[in-house]
């Protein structure tokens, strides 16, 4: 169990390849971090940022972001990750104990124009999280998770070649986010059937660090 009197913030951010089941091992995580006693939230980056720009009038929909002009586009990444940050030590000051708050995002973005960060310098500076969390799968189950699923099924994630030079890139874009705040950068393998075990593996590392 945790210590009431050890009050602390532990910023993690997860990031993976659609087909990887992140979202299915950040549910388990939070299960397991909470079944030790930790207090636990996650936040979706681009569901944040989406209800950002809507506030503020930016856009009506998360289709509407792509037209905007890329420094509206920044101006709401960086005040997005300002807002997770400051909400995320507001909530571990009130917090008994390892307030442990988990970033749902991207370290690289596919697009028609290139690959972009996904914790581009204005935000991973921003969020200054202590660790990034990699999760990975095998090309050959990122492929047949996206042929079961036909609600996500991606075209451009359906060649293992391009997956496999995409989840090597992923570690790249990750590691250069993690150097501008030392960071520390963990991969873990989400192997079929196993996500019990890699949410296992990732609450060892958050305990860790």
């Known amino acids: 169990m945790v210590s009431k009197f050890n009050s602390s913030l532990k910023l993690i951010v997860m990031v993976g390849l659609p087909g990887v089941g992140k979202s299915t091992v950040i549910n388990l995580v939070v ?24 506030s503020k ?26 807002e997770i940050r400051r909400r995320f030590e507001e909530l571990s000051s009130k917090s008994e104990g390892i307030f442990i708050g988990i970033v749902d995002t ?27 969390i990699v999760i990975e799968a095998s ?10 699923d036909k609600t996500r099924y991606r075209a451009d994630y359906a060649r293992e070649e391009l997956i496999t030079e995409l989840l090597n890139l992923n570690r790249v874009f990750a590691i250069s986010s993690a150097v501008l705040v030392g960071a520390s950068v963990a991969t873990v393998m989400n192997k079929e059937g196993k996500a019990e075990e890699a949410a296992e593996e990732v609450v060892n590392i958050i305990e860790r660090i």
């Open 106 to 132: 991207h370290a690289l973005i596919k697009t028609e124009t290139g690959l972009w960060p996904g914790l581009p310098k204005h935000v991973i500076e921003e969020l200054r999280p202590h660790a990034i």
């Open 57 to 82: 009038g930016y856009v009506k929909s998360r289709d509407e972001i792509r037209k905007l002009p890329l420094t509206i586009q920044q101006e709401a990444q960086t005040k997005s990750a300002k």
């Open 31 to 54: 299960k397991k971090l909470k079944e030790k006693g930790y207090n636990v939230e996650v936040i979706n980056f681009g569901d944040f940022m989406l209800k950002f720009m809507v």
């Open 139 to 148: 090309p050959k189950e990122i492929v047949s998770r996206q042929l079961r």
